[in-house]
């Protein structure tokens, strides 16, 4: 399928999602939230793929959120002179949130690869990802205080999480800039690359490790981890007890020490695709 702010695919179970209006400097128009919203619930739904990697093209990763997205018709609806107006908001903020919070729940890691600016809503979908890597060149600003706004996608509620909250207080009151070097230091990426290809074949080389790792126990990974960084210590150990008991499989052990004695990959068996009710067909009796 064609879509207009990305290039999309699938080789050897490794999604590759790429922001590709560079000219535009992959400003977050509407259309864009529609896009990202159809393929993160496909590769959610099919589990077509067993890591994800997102980056972008030309001179920014992302500039933020498009003035589109507050004026025209396809604004989210806004009206601050009334009460029932202003109400209005929070549903409408939500529907945005809920395009990050797929990348949060998807049942593969996400690999964040960012060159240049990661600007405004570039930062919030980045701390939706699993893991970040860089380039020199890289940097990352809250820009919506610079334009008299405060930052409501996720930015501030899980930038803490990651790196120290003194430092998430400077970012978020000045709209200074984070360069790559010190996101590094604080803990925002993994690693910082001197180009793109580099830091692109970084990131690929990581999700062909991912990919040949059980999915259901890479699953599991992501899930004790969320939980535990949202919950105390005996909390997140009680939920890895009942965790482990769904998805162990003795199959995966036996077949990775097979497959090392035997000196070839390990084959383990994709997570099944998701059925929801809604799609489902039923007749009446």
Request: aromatic share 8%.
């Amino acid at each position: 399928m064609a879509y207009q702010c990305f290039d999309f695919s699938i080789t050897d179970k490794i999604a590759h999602l790429v922001f590709n209006r560079p000219a535009a400097l992959n400003t977050m128009q509407p259309v864009m939230w529609r896009e990202l919203t159809e393929i993160l619930q496909d590769l959610q739904r099919k589990a077509s793929a067993r890591a994800l990697v997102i980056s972008s093209t030309g001179k920014h990763f992302t500039a933020g959120r498009s003035l589109d997205v507050f004026a025209g018709d396809a604004a989210i609806s806004i009206n601050d002179s009334t009460a029932g107006g202003r109400a209005n908001v929070a549903p409408a903020l939500d529907d945005m949130q809920r395009v990050f919070n797929l990348i949060e729940e998807l049942r593969m890691p996400v690999i964040a690869a960012i060159q240049g600016g990661c600007i405004g809503g570039g930062v919030d979908m980045i701390c939706a990802c699993d893991i970040r890597l860089a380039t020199t060149d890289a940097f990352f600003c809250i820009q919506e205080i610079n334009i008299g706004m405060t930052a409501d996608l996720g930015t501030l509620q899980r930038l803490p999480k990651l790196i120290p909250e003194g430092i998430v207080h400077e970012l978020a009151y000045t709209g200074r800039r984070l360069p790559a070097q010190r996101a590094l230091a604080v803990g925002l990426v993994n690693e910082v690359f001197d180009t793109q290809d580099a830091m692109l074949e970084a990131a690929m080389q990581m999700a062909r490790e991912i990919a040949e790792k059980p999915p259901v126990a890479i699953w599991g990974s992501k899930q004790a981890i969320h939980y535990a960084r949202d919950h105390s210590t005996q909390d997140a150990l009680r939920q890895m007890g009942w965790l482990q008991s769904g998805i162990w499989r003795t199959g995966n052990l036996v077949e990775a020490f097979m497959a090392k004695q035997q000196g070839r990959k390990p084959n383990f068996d994709d997570l099944p695709p998701l059925h929801s009710f809604g799609e489902a067909k039923y007749e009446l009796k």
